[in-house]
């Protein structure tokens, strides 16, 4: 899936459904054991290896704060061939 399919995705009621039901599953709160917020919440995808068709254990609910960290930590280890 390119990046424009998978913005397209996040606006589908399919995601929305998902995102859903994975926030009310971690009550809606951040996750981040140091955080725990329960304010501008969203959804990481800890795979995409299965975009459109994820297991709820394939997300996460993390705060904008904490989602931004999480990326980028990913970003870095991808780049230096910690992770695919």
Not at 18 to 33: A, F, G, N, P, W
Not at 60 to 72: E, K, Q, W, Y
């Amino acid at each position: 899936m390119n990046r424009d399919s998978y913005r397209r995705y996040l606006h589908t009621s399919a995601w929305y459904n998902l995102s859903t039901q994975v926030k009310e599953r971690d009550h809606y709160r951040c996750r981040m054991i140091f955080c725990r917020s329960t304010k501008r919440l969203e959804v990481h995808h800890k795979t995409y290896e299965r975009i459109g068709r994820e297991d709820l254990d394939d997300l996460v609910t993390l705060c904008h704060r904490c989602h931004g960290i999480v990326t980028m930590a990913s970003r870095i280890g991808k780049f230096l061939g910690w992770r695919k």
